[in-house]
């Protein structure tokens, strides 16, 4: 669908939108115009670059819990980023969206990464890859919360569930509401026998330089709950500096180091057969907890 609405149609149009998902809002606080930003992750094609509005034209996936799919102008949070894209780029994104007494205002994109870029002639020095259905996973060799070394390859026969934080990370819906999933999906696997024993949990870190094995356990030890964890279905893990990135390109895992010390980076959530073969990929945080059940139950049966 595209639409190229005038900005106060827009506003109208998104405020009632706003209202008919209200279920799907969450509103941090009763003073909408003071809450801070919500935050919600974008993929979509590039269309055209407006240079002296600091605007991209956007044709996106649908936003989960906030628009359908469309084509639509946005603001970027980093105009100096414009010079960096261009018509026909895959963009993976974060929209950040203000709320006033009139609904969604100041919408505009920061977190850009170009996952494919469209002209030939231009040389990107990462390839990601995609992960598809019935791709094999490459042996990835990791240091675990216990300082021990683990690779991916001595979990064949089990189905695994993977997926990518960093422990700083302060966004409640990218690295936090990943290991919380995980808190979840880990409780239900135990009562389920049977599953739980034919399952592996493996949260990655892309920050092996802060996310030492001390590191790692402290963080696992707070969302299992269990001061004293063995890890021995949840596990927590970092690859070297040298393997990350051979990890995070074939996982499809953006990564940018911030000014502040902080990690601009995407999502990838993906369940491992026991054949060590991607039986589902998640790109976004708009997964749920039942749907990632009931694929890693399919892929054990």
């Known amino acids: 669908m595209r639409c190229r609405l005038p900005i106060l149609l827009l506003l109208v149009a998104m405020a009632a939108m706003a209202t008919t998902m209200s279920g799907c809002h969450r509103r941090t606080s009763s003073s909408p115009a003071a809450a801070a930003p919500q935050h919600y992750p974008v993929r979509g094609v590039v269309i055209s670059i407006d240079s002296s509005s600091g605007e991209v034209l956007l044709k996106h996936q649908e936003i989960p819990g906030f628009m359908p799919a469309m084509t639509m102008a946005y603001r970027l949070d980093d105009p100096s980023i414009l010079s960096e894209l261009h018509p026909g780029d895959l963009i993976s994104a974060t929209l950040l969206v203000d709320h006033d007494s009139s609904g969604p205002t100041n919408l505009r994109l920061t977190e850009i990464d170009v996952i494919a870029e469209a002209r030939p002639?231009?040389?990107p020095t990462v390839n990601y890859h995609v992960p598809k259905k019935g791709d094999e996973v490459p042996d990835f060799s990791l240091l675990n919360q216990s300082?021990?070394?683990?690779?991916?390859?001595?979990?064949?026969?089990k189905v695994v569930l993977l997926t990518f934080i960093y422990t700083r990370c302060p966004l409640p819906d990218y690295c936090i509401r990943m290991s919380r999933n995980f808190a979840d999906i880990d409780k239900s696997l135990r009562s389920d026998r049977k599953l739980y024993q034919q399952t592996h949990l493996l949260t990655v870190s892309f920050d092996p330089a802060y996310d030492t094995p001390s590191v790692l356990r402290d963080y696992g030890e707070a969302y299992?709950?269990?001061?004293?964890?063995?890890?021995?279905h949840w596990e927590f893990a970092a690859p070297s500096v040298a393997e990350l990135p051979r990890m995070e390109q074939f996982f499809d895992v953006g990564v940018t180091p911030q000014a502040n010390g902080t990690l601009q980076h995407s999502l990838s959530t993906v369940v491992i057969?026991?054949?060590?073969?991607i039986f589902a990929f998640y790109p976004t945080n708009d997964w749920s907890v039942a749907e990632v059940l009931a694929q890693m139950q399919s892929a054990a049966s």
């Open 224 to 232: 299992t709950g269990n001061a004293h964890e063995t890890f021995s």
């Open 273 to 277: 057969d026991r054949q060590g073969r």
């Open 121 to 123: 002639d231009y040389k």
């Open 147 to 157: 300082g021990h070394k683990i690779d991916l390859r001595q979990y064949r026969g």
